[in-house]
């Protein structure tokens, strides 16, 4: 700072900015009061952008992102609760079928001890016995994805009209509905 001084002194160097600054002025046609006038407009203006309309929008995108990132959750968790459906589905079936063998094996082993008469009688229950136990199963598998394809209808519809931001139509919802169970179904 004190070189400066020194060099305006000895110089006139800041007469001479200062006359080199007042010469443009005029050259361009600056005026000091409105560029200072209009400095202030801009900055109010700025300002009043910046805290009524940027801040509001970058809400608005957070609240999307935030809605968005819900609505994936939803997603995986609808994946993991259809697996686990599949699961008990698959456990039912296997149960089932494990049941009937038994069924089976125990009507075959009494069979033998018993006259051809008896044995006759006892295979066409036991027969029975599992077209019950299959029908059973197939009632119960049938059951299960019904309410199966309910749930994920109405867990994608939540999601869908979650992350969309709007409330689905009767047919939207049918629609969908329809899309999940052919899902459900392959």
């Given at each position: 700072m004190a070189s400066l001084l020194i060099l305006a002194a000895q110089g006139g160097i800041i007469d001479n900015l200062v006359d080199s600054a007042q010469e443009t002025g005029r050259v361009f046609g600056v005026n000091?009061?409105?560029?200072?006038?209009?400095?202030?407009?801009?900055?109010i203006v700025a300002f009043l952008l910046h805290h009524f309309a940027y801040k509001p929008i970058l809400n608005v995108l957070e609240t999307r992102r935030t809605k968005i990132a819900e609505g994936l959750a939803n997603a995986e968790k609808i994946k993991v609760q259809l697996a686990e459906s599949e699961q008990r589905v698959q456990e039912i079936l296997t149960k089932a079928n494990a049941d009937a063998q038994r069924l089976i094996d125990e009507a075959r082993s009494s069979a033998q001890v018993v006259a051809d008469k008896r044995t006759q009688r006892a295979i066409s229950e036991a027969e029975q016995i599992i077209a019950k136990a299959r029908e059973a199963t197939g009632i119960?598998?049938?059951?299960?994805?019904?309410?199966?394809?309910?749930?994920?209808?109405?867990?994608?519809?939540?999601?869908?009209?979650?992350?969309?931001?709007?409330?689905?139509?009767?047919?939207?919802?049918?629609?969908?509905?329809?899309?999940?169970a052919r899902e459900v179904s392959a």
């Open positions: 000091a009061w409105l560029l200072f006038s209009q400095m202030i407009s801009f900055s119960e598998r049938e059951k299960i994805l019904a309410e199966l394809k309910r749930e994920v209808g109405r867990l994608v519809i939540d999601t869908t009209a979650k992350v969309t931001g709007k409330v689905l139509t009767q047919t939207d919802q049918k629609r969908i509905n329809e899309e999940a």
